[in-house]
């Protein structure tokens, strides 16, 4: 069956970096896109950036443009979110999720898998 596991928090110091893993098995390979969220507490869930099926195409936040990096490798099925110049208000649980499509959507509800979420926490 289909499955999204994340993997690649954890605590660094502001300005420093992160790299997310999101591993999606049993998907065809190329035909489904992947975004990550994140929710901090108190705080509804935001959309942080999308790569499209067949990584030509990514979206990011205001808040995070410049800074994250989404990439894809669609031989091992897994997909990145490099995360540098760490700020306090990246602080967050992050989730990757799958869409079945060619194309990223900037609704989370349109994505129907999801990995088990990932704590970065960026504090000095």
């Known amino acids: 069956q289909s499955q999204v596991v994340e993997s690649g928090g954890g605590l660094v110091q502001p300005g420093g970096s992160l790299r997310l893993s999101c591993e999606a098995s049993?998907?065809?390979?190329?035909?489904?896109?992947i975004a990550w969220f994140r929710q901090a507490p108190g705080k509804e869930r935001e959309g942080v950036s999308c790569?499209?099926?067949?990584?030509?195409?990514?979206t990011y936040a205001a808040s995070v443009r410049g800074r994250f990096t989404s990439s894809k490798n669609n031989i091992e099925n897994t997909a990145y979110l490099q995360m540098n110049s760490l700020k306090p208000e990246d602080t967050a649980v992050y989730y990757c999720?799958?869409?079945?499509?060619?194309?990223?959507?900037?609704?989370?509800?349109?994505?129907?898998?999801w990995g088990q979420g990932t704590q970065v926490t960026v504090s000095s």
């Open positions: 999720a799958v869409r079945p499509s060619l194309y990223c959507s900037g609704s989370w509800r349109d994505y129907g898998y």
């Open positions: 790569i499209s099926a067949s990584g030509t195409t990514t």
């Open positions: 049993g998907f065809i390979s190329n035909s489904y896109s």
